[in-house]
Nanobody, 128 residues
């Protein structure tokens, strides 16, 4: 079975930085694009970032562009989200997701349906 486990969430002051990680097992990690989503209280789950199988291509939501960086280390089956210049509006549960089989050919988009497997999430809280 596929398992995605997020870690690294916590409480940080506005303007600070945090790196969340997602460790994957049960799949050939390098064969799948990986994405990050987040969900704030009272809001729908929203796309944050995605990275291609090789790591060469990275796409971001406009709300985080220039502040967040997605990366991956295929040697240790882990995808990361480096979050800088954090704002209170970034407060959410952050979820890791593995792309569907088509992500072997095409980088997934922002739709949740582009992804097959999800982690349980890690809480990120940004205080002012």
């Amino acid at each position: 079975q596929v398992q995605l486990v997020e870690s690294g969430g916590g409480l940080v002051q506005a303007g600070g930085s945090l790196r969340v990680s997602c460790a994957a097992s049960g799949l050939t990690f390098s064969q799948y694009a990986m994405g990050w989503f987040r969900q704030a209280p009272g809001k729908e789950r929203e796309f944050v970032a995605v990275i291609s199988r090789s790591g060469r291509t990275q796409n971001y939501a406009d709300s985080v562009k220039g502040r967040f960086t997605i990366s991956r280390d295929n040697a240790v089956n882990t995808v990361y989200l480096q979050m800088n210049s954090l704002k209170p509006e970034d407060t959410a549960i952050y979820y890791c997701a593995a792309g569907g089989s088509s992500s072997y050919y095409v980088v997934p988009g922002k739709a949740q349906s582009d992804y097959n497997d999800w982690g349980q999430g890690t809480q990120v809280t940004v205080s002012s």
